[in-house]
């Protein structure tokens, strides 16, 4: 999955991405390149790794996060016009708004205003969305007056619904919000609206407001949650320092500053899977264990497909039990015995945590 990270000049948006990859891209100045700094996110899973230690698997792999973090726009007013175009790509953004002060990193004009920056922000989407609409609306006119009436179907249709979402843009909505049908969503598959890909809002505070993580949240949620957005408060310069400490150091030093043993960073990974609708089935044996994403009401074969192709195309069964259970049990074949792994056919629709095993002929 490709998430785009976006905000603009010190809003600290590099330090969540070196926070995520783990990385050291250069802060500050980063921000007048041209390209953008990419890297990708393990997800945690300790389901996964229990799993991979009671199998004595040799290999453990994580599902994975790739991260694009685009340079800012060289003003406050917004994000630079030409990369909005590759931000409706990704399959989510992540919108890092700066509400911590810092005199060494320069503040937009008008001072810190986290709220006021994440409006300007989504009105960029926003304008970015409409100038595509009207674009296409100005193609398909004259098309549709050269064609005989008969001819007009398919592309009244594309107009009509184009209308529609012009319309609720100018009247504040974004179109992630807006209910479509199949056949709409098949018809705006080939457009790319950055406005219609989910939004974490990611609030980037002081070190002094790390106390008080949940209540920032609840304010800037109630202020900014919409169908397809979430809210979570860091402070991304703590979290890179803590993504290049060892394990040990980097959990003392977090009971030190008071933060909660969930990260924030797993909870910005989990926000994004729940914005996506995916979920994590697992795979384990002595070989490897594997976490692998699938959208949420994916099927067993669709899980297979995930594998492999040729798991897909050769399906015969699924032997699925709860990753909870395979631990209670101890091994697969005790698993076995107890008469606790399942077995589902192509349509079972696989859940969040399910260790999967594909029997399938080629």
């Known amino acids: 999955m490709d998430i785009a990270i976006v905000g603009l000049p010190g809003s600290g948006k590099t330090s969540l991405f070196n926070a995520l990859t783990r990385g050291e891209a250069q802060v500050g100045a980063y921000s007048s390149r041209l390209e953008p700094n990419l890297g990708v996110a393990a997800v945690p899973d300790e389901r996964l790794d229990r799993l991979a230690v009671q199998e004595g698997s040799k290999r453990v792999t994580h599902a994975e996060l790739r991260l694009a973090d685009y340079p800012a726009s060289f003003d406050a007013s917004g994000i630079e016009g030409q990369r909005l175009q590759d931000l409706a790509q990704a399959d989510a953004l992540i919108l890092v708004a700066r509400a911590f002060q810092n005199p060494a990193v320069p503040a937009p004009e008008g001072g810190v205003d986290a709220g006021r920056d994440i409006e300007a922000m989504q009105l960029e989407l926003t304008y970015a969305d409409l100038a595509l609409i009207e674009r296409r609306i100005e193609r398909i006119e004259p098309e549709l007056r050269s064609l005989p009436a008969a001819e007009r179907g398919a592309l009244e249709q594309d107009r009509a619904l184009l209308l529609r979402l012009r319309e609720a843009l100018e009247a504040g909505s974004a179109l992630r919000a807006i209910e479509l049908t199949e056949g709409e969503r098949r018809l705006l598959a080939s457009y790319q609206f950055a406005t219609r890909r989910p939004l974490l809002i990611l609030v980037n505070v002081d070190e002094d407001d790390l106390p ?105 069964r699924a032997e699925v039990a709860r990753w909870d259970e395979w631990i209670e049990a101890g091994s697969e074949a005790q698993l076995r015995r107890q008469g606790r792994l399942r077995t589902e056919g192509r349509d079972y629709v696989v859940q969040d945590g399910d260790v999967v095993h594909v029997l399938f002929n080629v």
Do not use: K
């Open 212 to 316: 008080h993580l949940e209540a920032i949240e609840a304010d800037y949620a109630q202020r900014h949650r919409a169908p397809g957005v979430g809210v979570v408060a860091l402070s991304a310069r703590i979290e890179a320092e803590l993504a290049q400490m060892e394990a040990e150091e980097a959990a003392a030093f977090r009971g030190e500053l008071g933060l909660p043993e969930l990260s924030p960073l797993d909870r910005v990974i989990r926000e994004t899977y729940d914005l996506l609708g995916v979920l994590t089935f697992l795979t384990a044996s002595d070989r490897e264990a594997r976490a692998w994403t699938l959208r949420r009401g994916g099927t067993a074969l669709e899980a297979a497909g995930r594998i492999h192709s040729d798991l897909e195309r050769g399906f015969i």
